[in-house]
């Protein structure tokens, strides 16, 4: 049920031979709504004006597009994607890294994470004895980031691939450490920032994002 790591099979490797980006061959109906539940939940959290929130949902979805459209680079050049995502699993691809499905759950998964925090964001763990302790914020990434990695592990091992892992080094530890800590930290420590500092960290993340796409969609290169 479960793998942990990719095992350079040729299965793997023709599976994701046989991705189509951006093919609306298994578009459906689901798509339209989970797009409102993500339009919902964003605007009923303006509404209430929780914008540290909103925040923290933007500041994950910006590093997460910034992750697939790397490992769409890394995929271009070196034939093979750090992950992917298989045809039968989605209604529509947007990389070759991630379906729909998957990017409006991330959407939302910043929201998740911040809204799992202490209502005191300062609290610290261990801190006694007038040791420092450890932040709230970093233990919750930590626990969101092995909570996704170990899902992860479990959508590998699906028995329709919902995702393939080709390399044999990459798989449960890396995706921990380098993908799913990142992406958590960010949530949730960006909407606490300076409001100067947090505008610059936003803007910066998202024209970068938008930036590449608009450059290497066209190319061909995503």
Known sequence: M??????GS??????????????????NWTF????AVVFYVYWTEAHKKNYDVIYA???LYGVHWLYEICNAIIGHVTGYPLWSVSNESTTFILLVGVCWELSMMFSL????????LPQDRTKRYFAKNGKAGISCKLVGAIEMALL???FESFLAGTSNHSFIWVYKWWGVLPVFITTYIPFFLASNYVPDMKPKNRTIFLATEWGLVAL???ILIPLGVI
């Open 10 to 27: 040729a299965e793997a490797m023709s599976l994701v031979d046989r991705i189509q980006v951006r093919s609306t061959a298994n578009f």
């Open 148 to 150: 996704f990695a170990l």
């Open 212 to 214: 590449l796409l608009v």
């Open 32 to 35: 339209i709504f989970i797009l």
């Open 2 to 7: 479960f793998k942990f790591w990719g095992d």
């Open 57 to 59: 949902g933007f500041a």
């Open 109 to 116: 998964a910043g929201i998740i994470s911040f809204k799992m």
